[in-house]
């Protein structure tokens, strides 16, 4: 599903990132929602 494969992509940036920003975690799915 495409929706399964958002959920993916996101997992992946968010591991990549690795951050504890709040406003950019949040920032990053607000984008991995309009999806």
């Keep these: 599903m495409l929706l399964n494969q958002n959920i993916a992509a ?3 940036l968010s ?3 690795n951050t504890t920003n709040n406003s ?3 920032y990053t799915m607000g984008v991995s929602a309009r999806f």
């Design 15 to 17: 591991q990549a990132e």
């Design 24 to 26: 950019d975690y949040l």
């Design 10 to 12: 996101y997992a992946a």
